[in-house]
């Protein structure tokens, strides 16, 4: 895959890992989101369109272009935006290095959980800046693992994740991305860029975030890289079947999980 590696993988899985994510995930990154009717979006790296359905039902009446350099991606992100009953989206492949749109095509530009996989991301960013009108604007998603955060700690735990970003930054990518937006943006070349940090906290009175993002989502995604991770001799099975029992324990009753997401908007 051209400049970009998914340290995840591509399993049944791993699609509805991203579903939960993105439902449970809704109203923290995308409330704010809300393109005009006759918006011209393109959403650069929709993979398998988890993301884009909420922005469509976010924005009814723009009219949002996908791409992502996966047909078997596409093809997937297709059936649930047709599942979903959406029209305003139209799907392209591409690579986000080499789209073939002419200069001032889109009026936004929007990228979730996209930059955190790729080998050059500022230049992903800059070659994404010519697409956009003069002050059209970019909003740009990502997580950081080193954020994570839970109750009761646990060093087994603490090293599953940290596993899991070396594994990422082995492949090209970067877990800790989301604290270098703001020099990423600026340094494409975006004005008035501004970043709002989106914390993610779950305890014991808030059950649909337990399920929905401690288990589901961030809990999944750690433990989808265990074979590699073990394989690679990063951690004994054992110790790793004990970090990953840890981070559900922070699921518990008494247990507490906080992570944050950084979300930056800018213009050309």
Request: charged share 25%.
């Amino acid at each position: 895959m051209s400049g970009r590696s998914y340290v995840h993988g591509y399993t049944a899985r791993e699609a509805e890992r991203l579903s939960d994510q993105a439902e449970t995930l809704a109203g923290l990154l995308h409330g704010d989101t809300r393109y005009p009717a006759g918006s011209r979006v393109l959403e650069a790296g929709c993979g398998t369109g988890a993301q884009t359905v909420i922005l469509a039902r976010n924005c009814p009446e723009a009219r949002i272009t996908s791409v992502d350099i996966s047909e078997a991606s596409l093809g997937e992100a297709k059936m649930r935006v047709q599942d979903a009953g959406i029209e305003n989206v139209t799907f392209e492949t591409g690579d986000i290095f080499d789209l073939r749109y002419e200069p001032g095509s889109f009026d936004h530009i929007f990228l979730c959980f996209v930059l955190e996989h790729l080998e050059e991301p500022r230049r992903a960013l800059e070659r994404l800046r010519p697409l956009l009108r003069e002050r059209g604007t970019i909003t740009v998603i990502e997580g950081d693992h080193g954020s994570a955060y839970f109750h009761p700690d646990s060093a087994h735990a603490r090293r599953t994740i940290g596993c899991l970003v070396t594994l990422q930054r082995e492949m090209g990518g970067n877990a800790l991305i989301g604290r270098e937006l703001y020099p990423l943006a600026t340094g494409a070349g975006y004005r008035d860029v501004h970043v709002s940090p989106r914390m993610v906290y779950a305890d014991g009175s808030r059950p649909d975030l337990i399920r929905g993002f401690t288990r589901l989502t961030f809990t999944a995604m750690v433990e989808g890289v265990g074979d590699n991770a073990v394989s690679r001799g990063m951690m004994s099975r054992e110790d790793w079947a004990r970090g990953i029992a840890d981070l559900y324990r922070a699921a518990g009753p008494d247990g507490v999980f906080c992570y944050t997401f950084f979300k930056a908007t800018g213009r050309k």
